[in-house]
């Protein structure tokens, strides 16, 4: 089974920073391409950054202001989230999938491998 666990989530103001992280068992870490998504209230799931072991990629509104990593020591991928705005404001849901980087923008809809829980990310003006 593929579990995943998110942590990092909480209030910023714009401008500030918040580093997400997203635990998984090794055999996951290992196995999978992972990945952040988030959903803002009245919104659909979005896209936001999946790494694998050779490439990352990046939803266009966040390039250049978060970084997504493995830390293969924790077995985590994390989300370095720098210059944060209030429409960055949602719920970042941790995922994970065996298809490649840079198609889950559009098939994630099509079904995940395994989602987390969720953490709260609230960007205050």
């Known amino acids: 089974q593929v579990q995943l666990v998110e942590s990092g989530g909480g209030l910023v103001q714009a401008g500030g920073s918040l580093r997400l992280s997203c635990a998984a068992s090794?055999?996951?870490?290992?196995?999978?391409?992972l990945g952040w998504f988030r959903q803002a209230p009245g919104k659909e799931r979005e896209f936001v950054a999946a790494?694998?072991?050779?490439?990352?990629y990046y939803e266009d509104s966040i390039k250049g202001r978060f970084t997504i990593s493995r830390d293969s020591a924790k077995n985590t991928v994390d989300l370095q989230m720098n210059s944060l705005k209030p429409e960055d404001t949602a719920v970042y849901y941790c995922?994970?999938?065996?298809?490649?980087?840079?198609?889950?923008?559009?098939?994630?809809?099509?079904?995940?491998?395994?989602w987390g829980k969720g953490t709260q990310v609230t960007v205050s003006s």
């Open positions: 090794a055999h996951t870490f290992s196995h999978y391409n």
């Open positions: 790494i694998s072991w050779s490439e990352t």
């Open positions: 995922a994970a999938n065996r298809n490649p980087p840079v198609i889950w923008r559009a098939t994630f809809r099509g079904g995940m491998d395994s």
